[in-house]
């Protein structure tokens, strides 16, 4: 049975690749196939993990059900009026629910975690020193890279003044800082689109051809 | 042979590389097909070799390392599994040496995952921890040295609500043994008592939604497994210390093997990974010496006219 799914899977990331070449009916096909059996897959798993581990089990069969479960499938069923165009309208409720709450939560965690522990984390002495008091230069010229990196990247999206003079200077440190950032960016996402065709290779010479363990 | 075969392909491909640098001088560009050819090549056949590429340890590895060698046997690490297959060529060989690492100094894994195929991986890993004869010698049973508590939706109120009781999101495992009656779970209440909590995330919900709730609000240590893509949005938590330490990437994890003495399949996949890049540069290079040459040409020839 094992090797069938092997097989299944290097002929579909062949046929997957045959789109670099051009595009082509058998690439439309696997195309299909993927989308099918990965919303398949997100089915069940939810179906098992949500409505029949959690739920079924947990409210209705369980000796001490927990009521509170209830709530929850009835805004989830709730959801499922959007398939009936006159009461649609009620689908609102339980979407209105899920952006209040994410809302809620996010307001404040998100401002904690992204703003003031990263601006704490930026306001630290630009001189650093070791255990033993000497200067660390190293750490010290970091300091001072990310000091210089906060302050003119601000200055770049200060619009309420003119960028001329030593002001435009700085917002052009700024874009600089910038690039370098969207560049590293780039970079990583490059990184990470390459370990995918390892990835591939990886499963087509190893478990498929056997070439390596 | 395979090994010999791959290095003389390659370096005849490195050659053939000048060749079309002179095409493209010509003005005679190759077409995209070729490139792709390349790229496949340069990343397959490196995978064939046994050659092990020169890897200093970063300080976000070490970091981590140095953290997670404090940790007592018997301690408890929730480990998350947010990720899916596509990623995992990059996270599963981190995960596999982490799971190698936790079995052979008895940590306690507790498995969860906020994507559906998490506990999945999860499981992938285990296997292919065990499959080491080294780490099949130290115990690894089931409920008692680690649990796998399966996938739960909600994404990051899965996490607040864990905050409160873990059994409240995941009242049984995949097995379907109520939480109670596992006995790696008795007195595991909620996040207080975690001694670390080890993410390997590809993207929403993943490392951020860790440190926005377990780490920030609930005071956890948090250590981080990310996709390279998903590694430059979380180095600000690593110079900021929301996180201890962070492997990033194909990088990361072949670091995080021979920081640990694991030689895994990410040491193996860098090297593919490392020949796919300098086949991409030579490209850009390539391209950049004919559009400069070009460029020149073209405007000698307006200059004529």
């Known amino acids: 049975m094992e090797t069938v799914g092997i097989w299944c899977g290097a002929i579909l990331t062949l046929a997957i690749f045959s789109f670099l070449y051009k595009d082509n009916p058998v690439y439309k096909a696997c195309e299909a196939i993927f989308i099918g059996v990965s919303a398949g897959y997100y089915a069940i798993v939810y179906f098992f993990d949500s409505i029949y581990k959690k739920f079924w089990l947990g409210a209705v ?14 805004l989830g069923v709730l959801f499922l009026t959007r398939l009936f165009p006159k009461i649609s309208w009620v689908a609102r409720w339980p ?3 899920i952006v209040g709450a994410t809302a809620g939560l996010y307001m404040v965690n998100y401002f904690v975690t992204n703003a003031m522990n990263q601006v704490a984390s930026t306001i630290t002495d630009v001189i650093a020193r070791g255990d033993a008091g000497d200067i660390n230069w190293i750490q010290s010229f970091g300091t001072l890279v990310i000091l210089v990196g906060v302050i003119t990247g601000l200055m770049y999206f200060f619009f309420s003044k003119e960028h001329k003079g030593a002001f435009g200077g700085g917002a052009k440190v700024g874009i600089w800082f910038l690039m370098v950032t969207f560049g590293a960016s780039f970079g990583y996402t490059v990184m990470s689109r390459m370990s995918l065709l390892i990835g591939r290779m990886d499963f087509l010479l190893g478990d498929w051809l056997g070439l390596i363990n | 042979m395979l090994n010999t075969i791959a290095t003389v392909i390659l370096l005849l491909m490195g050659l053939s590389l000048i060749y079309v ?185 993943g490392t951020k939604e860790w440190v926005q709730i377990g780490v920030d609000r609930f005071k956890a240590k948090l250590g981080a497994g990310n996709t390279a893509v998903q590694a430059t949005e979380v180095y600000p938590y690593l110079s900021s210390g929301q996180i201890v330490g962070l492997l990033g990437g194909m990088s990361g994890a072949a670091e995080f093997e021979k920081v640990l003495g694991e030689k895994g399949k990410a040491t193996t996949f860098l090297l593919a990974q490392m020949f796919g890049h300098a086949t991409v540069m030579a490209f850009v290079i390539i391209g950049n010496v004919a559009f400069l040459v070009l460029g020149r040409k073209k405007k000698d020839a307006a200059g004529n006219n």
């Open chain 2, 21 to 205: 640098l002179y095409l493209t001088i010509k003005g005679r560009p190759v077409e995209r097909r070729i490139v792709f050819l390349y790229i496949g090549f340069g990343v397959m056949l490196p995978l064939l070799m046994k050659m092990t590429p020169p890897l200093p340890i970063t300080s976000d590895v070490q970091r981590l390392y140095d953290h997670i060698i404090t940790l007592p046997p018997g301690s408890k690490v929730l480990c998350a599994f947010d990720y899916d297959p596509p990623s995992a060529p990059e996270l599963h060989p981190m995960a596999v040496a982490f799971v190698k690492y936790a079995f052979k100094h008895n940590l306690k894994l507790i498995i969860m995952g906020l994507w559906p195929q998490g506990p999945q991986q999860a499981n992938m890993a285990i296997a292919a921890a065990l499959e080491d004869p080294a780490v099949a010698l130290f115990p690894h049973e089931q409920g008692v040295d680690w649990v796998n508590l399966g996938f739960q939706s909600g994404n990051e109120f899965v996490i607040l609500s864990m905050g409160s009781e873990f059994k409240r999101m995941f009242p049984r495992d995949t097995r379907l043994i109520p939480y109670d009656s596992i006995a790696l779970l008795k007195n595991v209440v909620n996040f207080s008592n975690i001694d670390f909590i080890m993410n390997f995330g590809a993207g929403y919900p």
């Open chain 1, 61 to 74: 069969t369980a000796d001490q059900p927990e009521e509170w479960l209830f709530g929850g499938a009835i």
């Open chain 1, 95 to 97: 979407l209105a629910f």
